[in-house]
C-alpha cells in the first residue's frame, strides 16, 4: 500500500499536497523493503552465462546428487544448473510463441527474452475494470543479466536439480492472476474423445439426428476420463493425492445430535454437540476462563469428549453449514441467510431462538434482527465482510 500512494504522490495524484513529500519518502521506503527482500528469495543473475567462459560440462548437473558435491565445486554447478536447465533458450511456433489478434508477430508467451536490469525494481502498470475506475498493479522487476534466464531461488536449485520458476505475490491482483492462470489451464487434448468421436460418427448416417449423436458421444466419453503422468505415478506408488496440515471439523447450525450405538437403559439417547456446548457455555468458564462466545472461534478452540469440554488442536478450520445467499435473486431460501448468520455471529446462549429474541422466526424479524444486530460493535468487528450484504439484498426485496 505505502508503494502505491508514493507512486500516486510521484504522479501528482494526491489532492493533499502538504504531505506528498512524506508519502513519496515512506514510498520509497516501501519500495527498498520490498526489493531487498525480493533479492533474498529470487534471482535471475546467471554468474556464468553463455558466450563467457562457461563450458558445457560432460556429466550433465541432473544426473549428480547434491550430496556428492564438493563445496569447492558448488560455484561450477550453481552456473551448470543454470545453463542447462534454467534457460529459455529457444522459442518455438510448437511451444512458446503466440500470435495474439492485435500483434503482427507472434511473440513468446513467457515474455522472453527479458531486458537486462541492473538492480531490482518495483513498477506500477494501470490494469482495466469494469467501472472504468483507474487502479494499479505492482510488478517486480528483478536485477538480470541474462535475458534467458527463469527466477529461482540458488539454494532451492541446487537441491531440485531441476527446472523451476518462483514468483513473488505482492498484491491481489497477481493473487486473482496466478489463481486463475491454473484454474483456467487446459489440459491436453484427449485421445479418448478423439476415438470416441470418430467411432460414433463412422457408424452414423446423414439421417441420424445430430442430438442423438452428441448425446451417444458424451455418454460414452463421460464413462472413463484421462489420467495425468503424474496422477499415474501416485497411483502406481500408492501415494496420496493431496495432503494439509489442517483438519476441517464440520458445524451444522441446526444442531444435529448424534444417537450411539452402544446404550445403556440409562443412558440419554443422544449426545450433546458442538452447538449444545455452546449453548451452555457458561458452565465451563470456571474450568476456561477464555471460552468463546460465538460458535465458529468456540468450535475452533474447543471440542466435547465424554461430554466434557477439551481444548481442540490449534490446525482446526471449522467447516460451518448450511450458508445461504443473501441475494434472493440467486436463492430462493434467501430468508435463511439471515437466520444462519445470526447462530454463527451473534453470541446467543440457551437455546437457539435467542439469537433472533425468542420470537416466532418469521423472514421480516429475520432480517430486522440482523440489521440492528449488524449496527453493534461486535458485529462490525467479526463480521466486516457481509457489511453490504443486507443494503444489496434490498435491492431484490422489499421489507
Request: aromatic letters at 10%; glycine letters at 2%.
Amino acid at each position: 500500500m505505502g508503494t502505491l500512494k508514493g507512486f500516486l504522490a510521484e504522479q501528482n495524484v494526491l489532492s493533499d499536497e502538504e504531505n506528498r513529500q512524506h508519502t513519496i519518502l515512506n514510498g520509497k521506503k516501501a519500495v527498498q523493503q520490498i526489493c531487498s527482500y525480493v533479492d533474498l528469495l529470487l534471482s535471475t543473475s546467471n554468474p556464468s552465462p553463455p558466450g563467457t567462459d562457461w563450458v558445457k560440462p560432460n556429466i550433465h548437473p541432473c544426473k549428480r546428487k547434491h550430496d556428492d558435491i564438493p563445496d569447492d565445486e558448488c560455484a561450477n554447478d550453481y552456473a551448470d544448473l543454470l545453463n542447462t536447465v534454467q534457460r529459455h533458450t529457444n522459442c518455438s511456433p510448437n511451444y512458446c510463441l503466440k500470435k495474439n489478434s492485435n500483434q503482427d508477430e507472434a511473440s513468446c508467451r513467457f515474455h522472453f527474452p527479458f531486458k537486462c536490469c541492473d538492480k531490482t525494481r518495483v513498477k506500477f502498470e494501470k490494469i482495466h475494470t469494469k467501472d472504468k475506475t483507474v487502479q494499479y498493479k505492482a510488478k517486480i522487476v528483478t536485477k538480470r543479466n541474462d535475458p534467458r534466464l527463469n527466477s529461482h531461488h540458488p539454494t532451492q536449485l541446487m537441491g531440485w536439480r531441476a527446472n523451476c520458476d518462483i514468483q513473488l505475490i505482492i498484491d491481489h491482483h497477481a493473487h486473482i492472476e496466478y489463481l486463475s492462470k491454473y484454474a483456467a489451464k487446459g489440459e491436453p487434448r484427449s485421445p479418448i474423445l478423439k476415438n470416441t468421436f470418430n467411432a460414433v460418427m463412422k457408424n452414423a448416417s446423414s439421417f441420424n439426428n445430430p442430438h442423438k449423436v452428441i448425446k451417444k458421444i458424451m455418454t460414452r466419453t463421460l464413462g472413463e476420463r484421462d489420467f495425468s503422468a503424474q496422477e499415474t505415478m501416485h497411483l502406481l506408488l500408492s501415494l496420496k493425492m493431496y495432503g494439509t496440515t489442517f483438519n476441517a471439523l464440520p458445524i451444522n447450525l441446526n444442531s444435529s445430535r448424534r444417537i450411539p450405538v452402544d446404550l445403556n437403559s440409562t443412558d440419554n439417547c443422544t449426545k450433546d454437540s458442538l452447538m449444545d456446548l455452546s449453548a451452555n457455555r457458561v458452565q465451563f468458564s470456571d474450568s476456561f476462563p477464555d471460552v468463546i462466545n460465538l460458535i465458529f472461534e468456540f468450535a475452533a478452540k474447543f471440542k466435547a469428549k465424554n461430554g466434557k469440554l477439551e481444548r481442540q488442536m490449534p490446525n482446526v478450520v471449522p467447516r460451518i453449514f448450511p450458508w445461504y445467499s443473501a441475494n434472493q435473486k440467486y436463492d430462493i431460501k434467501y430468508n435463511l441467510c439471515w437466520k444462519y448468520q445470526l447462530l454463527k455471529y451473534k453470541p446467543w446462549k440457551n437455546e437457539l431462538n435467542d439469537a433472533w429474541g425468542n420470537v416466532d422466526p418469521d423472514p421480516n424479524t429475520l432480517v430486522q434482527t440482523w440489521r440492528s444486530f449488524f449496527k453493534n460493535y461486535l458485529c462490525s468487528k467479526t463480521c466486516s465482510k457481509l457489511g453490504d450484504k443486507t443494503t444489496t439484498s434490498q435491492q431484490h426485496r422489499t421489507i
